[in-house]
Structure formats: structure tokens, C-alpha cells
T-cell receptor, first 110, second 113 residues
């Protein structure tokens, strides 16, 4: 059973601090990795994709990938109350479909 | 640019009733997907269509059927609804297979009583 594991949280972070979200995956053949943000009652929204080892930065978001350790992370700098949401880690599987982790709830404390 | 449009947004069914959830995308995407999301279970793939004319089962296909009507539309049918199918259903599409991530529709909240 191929899986994506995330800590369910909630992860509470003070406003202005760095939020660090982590994810591990089981399929060594996976090539594409994604972070989605989902607000309560809304649909998931793609915020980051990463395909090679290392860091990828987009504004306040940085995705990190380590294929040897089968580990993906998302850093959110200068956290804002609007960042409070559930963050879903997702991994491409066999090129045809993506499997999702169950998500980490992030709460930014004003 | 509407993206991925799902109808209806809310639905209540009685056990044994049938219904079809509609999904359409206007982004010229090749691949389309149906997921369900339940508390504590995350997003689970029901069926997908990697390209027009093809459909395949996902993780939880039992009790569902799909039709890829054309490149734009991918419908999900519940032939005889059961309370276990109470869930939020999301349709998603992707440019080509799943390598570039998905765009999701706004979801259908289905309750089976």
C-alpha cells in the first residue's frame, strides 16, 4: 500500500514566525510532489510543486525535497492568520494519479 | 475562465436513490479525476480518466460508475446510494496525467439518509 504520511496537527505557530510542515512517502519511484492548501469548507488549492531534490521558493513558501529520505517539507515564512488552513502533501503515483496525505491543520496565532 | 465546474453543490438523497454528479473543465486538460473526502480519511480516488475515451478505477470505486462524455466532461454516478457514500466529492483535472498537479472543482456535499 503506497502511502503519504503527515502529522495531523494542529500545528500552532505565532504570527510572523516560520511554519514547518513535513511529509514522508513510501513510493521510491515518485517523481512529482505537491503541496495543497485547503480552507475549511473549500476545495484544495495547489500552492507548490517540486520535482527535483533541494529547495524551491515562491514568495513566502519554500518546498524542500529529499528523495533519498523520501521526505518533503513546506516552510511558510512570516506566517499570517490567513495561512491558517489544512495543508495536504501529495505525491504523483505511476504518472496517472496522485495520492494525498490526510493533511496537517495549521493555526497561526495572532 | 471558470476552471472546473461541479454540479450540484449540495444534495440530499434517500438510501437506494440514484444520481449523477456532473463535472466540466474549460482548460483543455486531458486528465480528469473524482475524489471523495471524509473526516479523518483524507482524499481518496474513486475513478479517473487519463485521457478522453479511457477510465480506470481508483482506490474506492465500489458503488460508483463514471463516464468521460468528451474531453471537457466527466460524470460520476451513484446507482443505489448508501449512507456510507455520504461525503464531499471533488472533481479535478490535470493538463497531462498527474505530473503537473490538479485543479479542483468546488465540490459537492452529498448526504444519504
Amino acid at each position: 500500500q503506497k502511502e503519504v504520511e503527515q502529522n495531523s496537527g494542529p500545528l500552532s505557530v505565532p504570527e510572523g514566525a516560520i511554519a514547518s510542515l513535513n511529509c514522508t512517502y513510501s513510493d521510491r519511484g515518485s517523481q512529482s510532489f505537491f503541496w495543497y492548501r485547503q480552507y475549511s469548507g473549500k476545495s484544495p488549492e495547489l500552492i507548490m510543486s517540486i520535482y527535483s531534490n533541494g529547495d524551491k521558493e515562491d514568495g513566502r513558501f519554500t518546498a524542500q525535497l529529499n528523495k533519498a529520505s523520501q521526505y518533503v517539507s513546506l516552510l511558510i515564512r512570516d506566517s499570517q492568520p490567513s495561512d491558517s488552513a489544512t495543508y495536504l502533501c501529495a505525491v504523483n503515483l505511476d504518472g496517472d494519479k496522485i495520492i494525498f496525505g490526510k493533511g496537517t491543520r495549521l493555526h497561526i496565532l495572532p | 475562465n471558470a476552471g472546473v465546474t461541479q454540479t450540484p453543490k449540495f444534495q440530499v438523497l434517500k438510501t437506494g436513490q440514484s444520481m449523477t454528479l456532473q463535472c466540466a473543465q474549460d482548460m483543455n486538460h486531458n486528465s480528469m479525476y473524482w475524489y471523495r473526502q471524509d473526516p479523518g480519511m483524507g482524499l481518496r480516488l474513486i475513478y479517473y480518466s487519463a485521457s478522453e475515451g479511457t477510465t480506470d478505477k481508483g482506490e474506492v470505486p465500489n458503488g460508483y460508475n463514471v463516464s468521460r462524455l468528451n474531453k471537457r466532461e466527466f460524470s460520476l454516478r451513484l446507482e443505489s446510494a448508501a449512507p456510507s457514500q455520504t461525503s464531499v466529492y471533488f472533481c479535478a483535472s490535470s493538463v497531462r496525467r498527474s505530473n503537473y498537479g490538479y485543479t479542483f472543482g468546488s465540490g459537492t456535499r452529498l448526504t444519504v439518509v
